[in-house]
């Protein structure tokens, strides 16, 4: 009789995860490179284009959960939790009815249900931040239903604009949502209010405050967001001034780049690096704690 060839030691731990992995790979790469696709091509649907946060949400989820946390997840006791194998059927039951909305719901879902399947409410709470940033970047129709609503930024960010641009000296005038430059109207649009900037600005300082090892600093954290949130609100409202300027005076190349090309992209930029230079300032005004070893090193030394 021939003796039965085990795996090694390292495969045979790691066996099961690593068939969940190919397992998901197959279900969803496809979609999160159609995903990227619409986001870095613009291609996907105006809804959809909220949530292109995720070109640097997902990879860092996926480096939160594999290299940060892969010992951690070992280490954890294997215990199921009902509510994961819930999840799961829910999941494939989104997935197989092949509509859009739906698939993609179902891939935060089936996340969250493995995670509570393998290792319970302490796997949750291991890697609850990166399961929330990946239910975040998963596209889905919440902008298209919040923009009924957006009525009174719109209203406040034509008055503003064009409240600057009459400081400057320039025939502007508005109308509810309407803002005219030189008799040229420009209508401050549910999807130009800045939610999508907004999303982006607040999704990036979750991450932000993580990176740091800020997020349980719950002063920091109010601080930071409420901070990204005003940046936000400030760029938009310049945003905008500019379009109505550009569109007033007949420049229509630097209104198309601002307000859908690379200069749009480069003025998003330019706002996140603002959040960052915000957060470094609040670093460097901040009081400095002491650490608690070294408290305990100088106590011993008394």
Known sequence: MHAVQK???YLERNLGNALIVCLLSLLYLPLILHWYDGWLNKSISIEHEYFSHGLIGLPY??????????????????????????????????YSTGAFEFVNFSFPVMLLGITLWLKGIPGFKLNWLPLLLIFLAT??????????????LQKFIAGVAGFFLMQLGFEASVNQIYLTVNGQSVEV?????GLKMLFTSLYVTLILLHWTGNLRNSKRVVTLLTGAAVISIIANIIRNTLLALFHGNGDT?????????QAGDLYSVLMLVAIVGLNWWMDRTEPKQHSPIIKEENHLHE
């Open 139 to 152: 596209p889905n129709p919440i902008p298209y239903l919040i923009t009924p609503y957006t009525l009174p």
């Open 7 to 9: 795996l090694p030691s």
């Open 189 to 193: 649009a549910p999807y130009c209010a």
């Open 61 to 94: 989820a996926a480096y939160v959960i594999f290299g940060q946390h892969r010992k951690k997840w070992q280490q954890l006791k294997q215990q199921s939790h009902p509510l994961g194998i819930i999840l799961i059927i829910a999941g494939i039951i989104l």
């Open 253 to 261: 190349r630097s209104f198309e780049l601002l307000h859908e090309g």
